[in-house]
């Protein structure tokens, strides 16, 4: 299995700034994603992130409001650009490979005031 | 494309109680079944799985068997334990094989 960290694990923010979420995995994997999970709500999918390659968004996401970077087969960053108090979610970094299951990081709960 | 849909909660039982959490699937192939577990404050868990028809999975005193007649994956523990309280959720691949499709999942209240 794989452990996933991320950070940082809450923030406060205020409308019309970006905050960058670090998710760092212990060994190397071939996928890995990012997801939404909204209050008393269960997981959407932002997109994939592919390593030296953009990301690949799931519908109703785009890369202006969520670029990522996935610099190499540990490590992978989601922003969330101008922010509004509708992007207050908890954002979750999975790991994996292609078929297997996927671990999860422990989240990044976001407040957008 | 492929989905799950999973019993609304909450449900709430007393310890020792018997517990059934539904799910049931739409899948192109067979594709591998997950349940995943969130306590509160925390992330999601692998609880078990189960990669194909009749598979069991079980862990923690939890199981689901892989149903291909029923497409259904049925989540059960005979003796529910205060720290089981928590959100349930059922999983399965896309139609690509790559990311997972989560239920909406189902919140578990267990009093002592």
């Known amino acids: 299995s794989a452990v996933i960290s991320q950070k940082p694990s809450r923030d406060i923010c205020q409308r019309g700034t970006s905050l960058t979420i670090q998710c760092q995995v212990d060994?190397?994997?071939?996928?890995m994603f990012w997801y939404r999970q909204q209050p008393g709500q269960s997981l959407t999918l932002i997109a994939t992130a592919n390593q030296g390659s953009e990301a690949t968004y799931e519908s109703g996401f785009v890369i202006d409001k969520f670029p990522i970077s996935r610099p190499n087969l540990t490590f992978s960053t989601l922003t969330v650009s101008n922010m509004s108090p509708e992007d207050s979610s908890i954002y979750l970094c999975?790991?994996?490979?292609?078929?297997?299951?996927?671990?999860f990081g422990p989240g990044t709960r976001l407040t957008v005031t | 494309g492929n989905s799950v849909t999973q019993m609304e909660g909450p449900v709430t039982l007393s310890e020792e109680a018997f517990l059934t959490i539904n799910c049931t699937y739409t899948a192109t192939g067979y594709p591998s079944l997950f349940w995943y577990v969130q306590y509160p404050g925390e992330g999601l868990q692998l609880l078990l799985k189960?990669?194909?028809?009749?598979d069991k999975g079980s862990n923690k005193g939890f199981e689901a068997t892989y149903r291909k007649e029923t497409t259904s994956f049925h989540l059960e523990k005979g003796s529910v334990q205060v720290s089981d309280s928590a959100v349930y959720f059922c999983?399965?691949?896309?139609?690509?094989?790559?990311?997972?499709?989560f239920g909406k999942g189902t919140t578990l209240s267990v009093s002592s």
């Open positions: 189960a990669t194909k028809a009749d």
């Open positions: 999983a399965l691949f896309n139609q690509a094989g790559t990311a997972l499709i």
């Open positions: 060994s190397q994997v071939t996928m």
């Open positions: 999975s790991a994996g490979d292609r078929g297997y299951e996927q671990y």
